[in-house]
């Protein structure tokens, strides 16, 4: 089982900053990595496929980038409505599908 | 509209059963492989099992295999998750999700489980 680790656990940045998630696997895989954000109280939604893939209706500001164990999640810029938790998934070596503990992006 | 609806989730005692039941709308059910995905209270996401589109493959995580069996119905556009067994770190959040190549891709309203005596 591919297991996903993602850091930071919590990142505190302000509005119009840029924000850099990381999502680090425990063996490589090719670049079948998702990205979701979940707001609180919300249903995930997908943001990221295949590593560097937006997902329909996600905004530029958000990109994914990556392969072989490492992959990152960047904001631009961030927005207000961007402060939430994310996560990381693979789907190369399934089943299980895994996800990454998340990380809380705060104010 | 393209939609999820999860149901049927409550309180039950350890050693019970539930049946989940999600509707889906909006798309061609038959299609899509189907997954149920949950949270615990204030933790991450975690994959319980999948459905492909004809029902009839299905793949279950090591912790429910032999307790939980997923199902669905093409003619009525539902999909099930019949937990046996039920214990207290079962407790959760369950999403019904469309999978996408593999990623999840809708996402219906989740239903609790609450596992308690």
Known sequence: EIVLTQSPATLSLSPGERATLSCRASQTFSNYLAWYQQKPGQTPRLLIYDASNRATGIPARFSGSGSGTDFTLTISS???EDFAVYYCQQRSNWPPYSFGQGTKLEI | EVQLVGSGGGLVQPGGSLRLSCAASGFTFSTYAMSWVRQAPGKGLEW???VSGSGGDTFYTDSVKGR???SRDNS???????????????????YCTRDKQKYFDLWGRGTLVTVSS
């Open chain 1, 78 to 80: 961030l927005e207000p």
């Open chain 2, 48 to 50: 319980v099992s999948a």
């Open chain 2, 68 to 70: 939980f069996t997923i």
């Open chain 2, 76 to 94: 009525r556009n539902m999909l099930f998750l019949q937990m046996n067994s039920l214990r207290a770190e079962d407790t959760a959040v369950y």
